[in-house]
């Protein structure tokens, strides 16, 4: 009985030591109390976990560390993706320990590259009201999908009435709808040019053979030379358990780059990628 005492009150110090430590990763950096790189990572698209968050406790004591949902991360290459986190993260440190942990993120510069090996990241701070609004409902519905990026990059550059934006809401198949106060659904103020549509087709098609063990949330999307999502080819968030042909067909007419990627990802991660050398 004893034993089983003094095992209970060592938990309970723990999980104490974890409540009362816990702090924002910003404070953590600003005393000096943990170490961070931000790298790549490679399982990851831009908008569902592209990044690697590597902590190091470097004090004697139990730390938990907090990174919030909407803060923003700053490439060391501006050439690459500014992201907006979409998921609060908590990594929890004994005393010197390291950790490598996931960040769900998403890209704010469509047209910047995704980032890669090399790629480096740092802190910055909270992004606008309109955009943690949407990070926020991203990580309240799990949509780190194609339609959610695509949305980002709008509300990015001003595509709706900043003041006019109340809430989001998804569709039964899946799209995010920006709404006004009286429910009303925003139009946009800036439209993106319209992808002119060409003549003729000259199809590329294909398709992945899986066999599941369990149901998954699947989708198939086309990405150019910076590895950033241009089309969503194949979407089905409950793909069922067994095997299964997954097709998919895009016109390379509509586009005009040379090379494109296309990436099977499931459950947020790619298990697969194909290059495409567009046959014009």
């Given at each position: 009985?004893?034993?089983?005492?003094?095992?209970?009150?060592?938990l309970i110090f723990h999980s104490f030591i974890f409540v009362t430590l816990a702090m924002p990763?910003?404070?953590?950096?600003?005393?000096?109390?943990?170490?961070?790189?931000?790298?790549?990572?490679?399982?990851?698209?831009?908008?569902?976990?592209?990044?690697?968050?590597?902590?190091?406790?470097?004090?004697?004591?139990?730390?938990?560390?907090?990174?919030?949902?909407?803060?923003?991360?700053?490439?060391?290459?501006?050439?690459?993706?500014?992201?907006?986190?979409?998921?609060?993260?908590?990594?929890?440190?004994?005393?010197?320990?390291?950790?490598?942990?996931?960040?769900?993120?998403?890209?704010?510069?469509?047209?910047?590259?995704?980032?890669?090996?090399?790629?480096?990241?740092?802190?910055?701070?909270?992004?606008?009201?309109?955009?943690?609004?949407?990070?926020?409902?991203?990580?309240?519905?799990?949509?780190?999908?194609?339609?959610?990026?695509?949305?980002?990059?709008?509300?990015?550059?001003?595509?709706?009435?900043?003041?006019?934006?109340?809430?989001?809401?998804?569709?039964?198949?899946?799209?995010?709808?920006?709404?006004n106060q009286e429910g009303e659904e925003l139009e946009r103020i800036i439209e993106y040019a319209?992808?002119?549509?060409?003549q003729r087709q000259l199809l590329v098609n294909g398709e992945f053979e899986m066999n599941f063990?369990?149901?998954?949330?699947?989708?198939?999307?086309?990405?150019?030379?910076?590895?950033?999502?241009?089309?969503?080819?194949?979407?089905?968030?409950?793909?069922?358990?067994?095997?299964?042909?997954?097709?998919?067909?895009?016109?390379?007419?509509?586009?005009?780059?040379?090379?494109?990627?296309?990436?099977?990802?499931?459950?947020?991660?790619?298990?697969?990628?194909?290059?495409?050398?567009?046959?014009?």
């Amino acid at each position: 009985m004893k034993s089983v005492m003094v095992i209970l009150g060592i938990l309970i110090f723990h999980s104490f030591i974890f409540v009362t430590l816990a702090m924002p990763l910003s404070e953590a950096l600003e005393k000096d109390l943990v170490s961070i790189e931000i790298t790549h990572n490679s399982t990851g698209t831009h908008y569902s976990s592209p990044l690697v968050l590597n902590i190091q406790n470097k004090v004697n004591r139990s730390l938990q560390i907090e990174l919030d949902n909407g803060y923003v991360l700053l490439p060391a290459d501006s050439a690459e993706q500014k992201m907006i986190v979409t998921n609060d993260l908590l990594v929890k440190l004994y005393p010197n320990e390291s950790k490598a942990a996931h960040i769900n993120a998403m890209c704010l510069e469509q047209y910047d590259r995704a980032p890669g090996e090399e790629s480096s990241y740092f802190l910055a701070g909270l992004a606008g009201n309109n955009l943690r609004k949407l990070s926020a409902f991203i990580q309240e519905n799990e949509q780190y999908e194609p339609a959610a990026q695509f949305l980002m990059w709008e509300l990015a550059v001003g595509a709706y009435k900043s003041e006019d934006i109340d809430k989001f809401e998804l569709s039964e198949d899946g799209e995010v709808w920006v709404r006004n106060q009286e429910g009303e659904e925003l139009e946009r103020i800036i439209e993106y040019a319209d992808i002119k549509e060409p003549q003729r087709q000259l199809l590329v098609n294909g398709e992945f053979e899986m066999n599941f063990s369990r149901e998954k949330n699947v989708h198939i999307a086309m990405f150019n030379e910076n590895k950033v999502i241009v089309k969503e080819l194949f979407k089905n968030p409950k793909t069922p358990i067994g095997k299964t042909k997954l097709e998919y067909a895009f016109n390379s007419l509509e586009y005009e780059e040379e090379v494109y990627f296309v990436k099977l990802v499931v459950d947020g991660e790619i298990i697969m990628t194909r290059t495409i050398i567009a046959p014009y």
